[in-house]
């Protein structure tokens, strides 16, 4: 593969990226080239040292993907993030989505059972609108205290949620810097 079909496939691949990045990434490849072939290196030479444009683009995209999750943590920017990560290696379906859905199910359990417990002396009045004979005061007073868990709950799963998004984030970049060739010890 020569320097102008690269590139181009390189381009290709990086579509995702605004036209600004895709040239920037460009002209460093460019300058990898420039500098190869003042060393006397072919065109077909220096491609194969880089390895596959594709595998590139993916490594690119999956670094771009997570600064942008650490810096904006959406729950869309996370799952893309995830999925580029994903997309590295066959290996990262069971090492990332595994406890992705994990983390995503403890969030999910901890939030629906704080608006269930919050909800619940609505319940009770919804009882005694269409039940009024079986109206115990004990139930009032115990759906209270459930509010007020509840509401002890949103609050924790609020820092929660936010705590296990920023350390989800942290284990996509470890993950993403083992594929990429594992860990340089210092």
């Known amino acids: 593969m020569n320097k102008k079909q690269f590139l181009n496939s390189l381009d290709e691949s990086l579509q995702k990226l605004s036209s600004d990045e895709r040239q920037d990434i460009l002209q460093d490849f460019e300058e990898h080239f420039a500098n190869g072939i003042a ?32 810096k904006t943590e959406t729950t869309g920017n996370i799952i893309r993030a995830m999925w580029a990560v994903i997309g590295l290696g066959f290996f990262n379906v069971v090492i990332v989505l595994g406890p992705f859905i994990a983390i995503a199910a403890l969030v999910f359990a901890g939030w629906a059972s704080s608006i269930a417990f919050i909800a619940s002396p609505l319940l009770v009045f919804m009882n005694v609108i269409l039940n009024p004979d079986t109206f115990i005061l004990f139930d009032l007073f115990f759906s209270m205290m459930l509010c007020g868990l509840g509401l002890f709950i949103a609050v924790g799963m609020f820092f929660i949620t936010k705590a296990l998004i920023r350390g989800f984030v942290r284990y996509l970049k470890f993950n993403t810097k083992m594929v990429k060739g594992g860990l340089k010890h210092v």
Request: net charge negative; proline share 3%; hydrophobic share 35%.
């Open 39 to 70: 060393e006397g290196k072919s065109e077909e030479h220096i491609s194969a040292s880089l390895g596959s444009p594709n595998h590139i683009a993916k490594e690119l995209l999956a670094s771009y993907l997570l600064e942008k999750a650490e």
